[in-house]
């Protein structure tokens, strides 16, 4: 049940019989010859792959996140920290003052997960609220996955390549990039990360099969799933 596509007659219904939702938060951000809003593709089809057969509302991704240090490739867009906790924590006030209390939050970007401890603020000041963080990409089940493929895999790299974060007639790479360890990215600027990354690939292939791709995302959205059926007591 994607809210975009329901009334909030259709959702006082359901709240009459569950309290359940998602929230996908996703990012605006530059990886390499894939779409800038990979992120927020990724979250919010996990989530909407993973809730279809339940009835659980899927909320619109976040579209902007925490990502400074991609300053450098344009068309990337940063909040501050303090702006993105307020906003994530409004949301959830929102979501808590119209009945929500069991929101299972599908983030796709590594550099939201400083905003975990608002989640643990908001279910303190909030009785009976319940919040899940769930990195999907690198949950167990779903990083086995992925690096029974290839153990090079990374940021723009083959295993955020999907159908839909490719963009038409936009060929990339077909040799393995070099890996890029995270340690030396972590002490630069936004130039200076470009200056090491180049294109944005972290490094690793670019493209795997589409077979290969399927039987991850097939992973995901299971793991995704066993989360929102999960025993909430």
């Not at 992120?39 to 909320?59: H, M, N, Q, R, Y």
């Not at 303090?82 to 808590?96: E, G, K, M």
């Not at 790479?173 to 180049?198: C, H, M, S, T, W």
């Amino acid at each position: 049940m994607k809210i975009s596509e329901s009334s909030w007659f259709d959702i006082e219904a359901y709240l009459q019989t569950d309290d359940r939702c998602i929230l996908p938060l996703g990012s605006t951000e530059q990886h390499a010859h894939l779409s800038l809003s990979v992120d927020s593709i990724l979250s919010e089809k996990i989530a909407t792959d993973a809730a279809a057969p339940l009835g659980v509302p899927v909320f619109p991704a976040v579209p902007y996140g925490l990502t400074p240090y991609f300053m450098a490739f344009p068309g990337t867009v940063s909040l501050k920290l303090s702006t993105y906790a307020a906003l994530v924590r409004d949301i959830l006030d929102s979501l808590y003052d119209t009945g929500f209390r069991r929101v299972l939050i599908v983030n796709g970007h590594g550099g939201n997960s400083p905003v975990q401890p608002v989640c643990a603020e908001w279910m303190q000041a909030r009785p009976g609220a319940r919040c899940r963080f769930h990195d999907w990409w690198r949950a167990p089940r779903t990083w086995a996955a992925v690096q029974a493929v290839d153990p090079v895999a990374s940021h723009a790299s083959w295993m955020e390549n999907f159908l839909w974060t490719r963009l038409p007639g936009r060929p990339v790479p077909p040799e393995q990039k070099p890996y890029v360890e995270f340690d030396r990215l972590r002490d630069r600027n936004a130039q200076g990360v470009r200056d090491l990354i180049g294109d944005g690939n972290y490094g690793g292939h670019y493209q795997k099969p589409d077979d290969q791709m399927d039987g991850i995302w097939q992973v995901a959205v299971a793991e995704t799933r066993a989360l929102i059926e999960g025993d909430w007591a």
